[in-house]
């Protein structure tokens, strides 16, 4: 089952432009991270916010978390070609740090 | 420092057949878990190792899968025989582990196993 659901499901930008990424889940959580897959390759870890952060950045990344409405966002600022790939949500349920993943959502940047 | 390995990279096969994937986690790295991942969708566990024991098998198969993890360090998934539904990544992440300040919960990802089944 996946608990984290992506949104939009693909998304094509112009290189340059910034790119914003969702993800809702349901259940709480203690951490919430994102991932980054290039095609055919493994996923990559690229940040980590715990339940009590409500933004993180690393890079041209930012990353907000809002359990609230249980929801989190992923900026990538000044997006390049190379950020082309799947990008995938994955929360830590509370007490756990087993990893559920959302279906992800693919970017495309076109230079 | 090299990363988590997994063997074959693909891997095609004929339905009734049995396959096996092959991974090497890091160094030091007590989880291992071996995920699924359909074409389009996020990776699904399968299993989770602490050290040599199997923690959370609940969504393995097991008519026709299974995993080993022996001394803790290397694992296999074996799957006989194939179904054409079988076809997909295998994925293999290793982590810290437990719930030590040491953990982060950040998973580590292999280059994964494609297996075709015809």
């Known amino acids: 089952s996946q608990q984290g659901e992506e949104d939009p499901q693909a998304l094509s930008i ?4 910034n790119a914003t990424m969702n993800c809702s889940y349901k259940t709480s959580i203690n951490n919430l991270q994102w991932y980054r897959q290039n ?6 870890h690229l940040i980590l916010i715990r339940s009590n952060e409500r933004e993180k ?3 041209r990344l930012r990353v907000t978390l809002d359990t609230s409405k249980k929801s989190s966002s992923l900026l990538i600022t ?3 070609a190379a950020d082309t790939a799947s990008y995938f949500c994955a929360t830590a349920g509370a007490g756990s740090y087993q990893l559920t993943f959302g279906k992800g959502t693919k970017l495309s940047v076109i230079p | 420092e090299a990363g988590v390995v997994q063997s074959p990279r693909y891997k095609i096969i004929e339905k009734k057949q049995p396959v096996a994937f092959w991974c090497n986690p890091i160094s030091g790295h007590n989880t291992l878990y071996w995920y699924l991942q359909n074409l389009g969708q996020g990776p699904e ?3 989770r190792y602490e ?3 199997a923690v959370d098998d609940s969504q393995l198969p097991k008519d026709r899968f299974s995993a080993e993890r022996l001394k803790g360090v290397d694992s296999t998934l074996k799957i006989q025989p194939a179904e054409l539904g079988d076809s997909a990544v295998y994925l293999c992440a290793s982590s810290l582990g437990g719930l030590g300040t040491l953990n982060t919960g950040e998973l580590f990802f292999g280059e994964g196993s494609r297996l075709t089944v015809l």
């Open chain 1, 39 to 44: 095609s055919g390759r493994g996923l990559v």
């Open chain 1, 57 to 59: 950045h690393s890079g």
């Open chain 2, 51 to 53: 050290n040599e024991e």
């Open chain 2, 45 to 47: 566990l399968l299993i």
């Open chain 1, 14 to 17: 112009q290189e340059g432009e």
């Open chain 1, 78 to 80: 000044a997006s390049r």
